[in-house]
């Protein structure tokens, strides 16, 4: 535990320095609060619809029109007005399920029903006064045929499908640099869950959690395949995060075994290196 909160203090002392560095480079913001000319900002197609295609995230020069109300602004770490917060909270829905799908696909349909997640779920429940407050749809009917596909033999993939796309159909207008600070909270989260699903020697203590990590970074890995942009400093920020997510995604040796040779380390760093891309932009 000593060695952990080491390394984090570390890695969260790089990310501060980092950003000074990045404030006194004559930059006109810090973080997701930057307002650049040039701020690429991430737009959704068919928002606020829950059964949209969910086209993903395509970036226009400027400043960005709608939402993405947390340029500038600290940050309230309520869904309801915080972008990264909320983008986060999607973002583990979507981590849940992508463990599911992995683990049915697999056929391990038992440890799969563990990670569907009903709209009755708390993590669901804590997001209903942020639906309300941006005035989306939320995606409770997408959960429930989700849940029910799986109990009852139906067509899974298909309301797999409907659901991740629903979801992207909740998330807000935002700049490349918040979406990258949502996805380095999920991967720091993964590393938690992480930490309580392996042991010292490597061995699979915690089968739930250690899927749990391996889904918030499938997850991630989506967000960022689905972010695009024109600007050549953002795609450079989001070529580092793939990079530092698939060095996180190898530490996994397959949901289903005994035993891994990865260390949370490695998913703590990637953390701190997307969080300093994004401070960069």
Do not use: W
Not at 1 to 25: D, H, Q
Not at 43 to 68: C, I, N, Y
Not at 154 to 179: K, M, Q
């Amino acid at each position: 535990m000593k060695r952990r909160l080491k390394l984090v203090a570390g890695l969260s002392t790089l990310s501060f320095t980092s950003a000074l560095a990045v404030a006194g480079c004559g930059g006109e913001g810090e973080g997701e609060g930057a307002e650049g000319a040039d701020a690429p900002v991430a737009v959704v197609d068919g928002e606020g619809e829950a059964e949209g295609e969910g086209e993903g995230f395509r970036a226009s020069e400027g400043e960005g029109e709608g939402e993405g109300e947390n340029e500038g602004a600290a940050r309230s770490g309520d869904p309801a007005d915080d972008d990264v917060e909320y983008l986060y909270r999607l973002g583990m829905v979507r981590g849940h399920l992508a463990a599911f799908i992995e683990l049915y696909r697999a056929g391990a349909f038992d440890m799969a029903a563990t990670h569907v997640k009903h709209p009755e779920s708390e993590l669901y429940e804590e997001l209903v006064p942020a639906f309300a407050a941006r005035g989306k749809p939320g995606f409770s009917d997408a959960l429930s045929t989700l849940a029910n596909a799986a109990a009852d033999g139906g067509d899974v993939e298909a309301a797999y499908e409907a659901t991740v796309s629903a979801i992207r159909a909740n998330a807000p207008v935002s700049n490349v640099s918040v979406l990258l600070l949502s996805i380095s909270k999920l991967v720091t989260t993964a590393a938690e869950e992480f930490d309580i699903g392996v042991g010292e020697d490597g061995a699979i203590t915690e089968p739930h959690e250690y899927q749990d990590a391996y889904g918030f970074l499938s997850a991630a890995r989506e967000m960022l395949s689905e972010i695009e942009t024109g600007d050549i400093n953002a795609s450079e920020a989001i070529a580092v995060a793939h990079e530092q997510i698939d060095l996180s995604l190898a530490s996994f040796a397959g949901l289903v075994v005994e035993e891994t040779e990865g260390t949370s380390a490695t998913l703590y760093g990637a953390a701190a290196r997307i969080e300093i891309a994004a401070l960069g932009l």
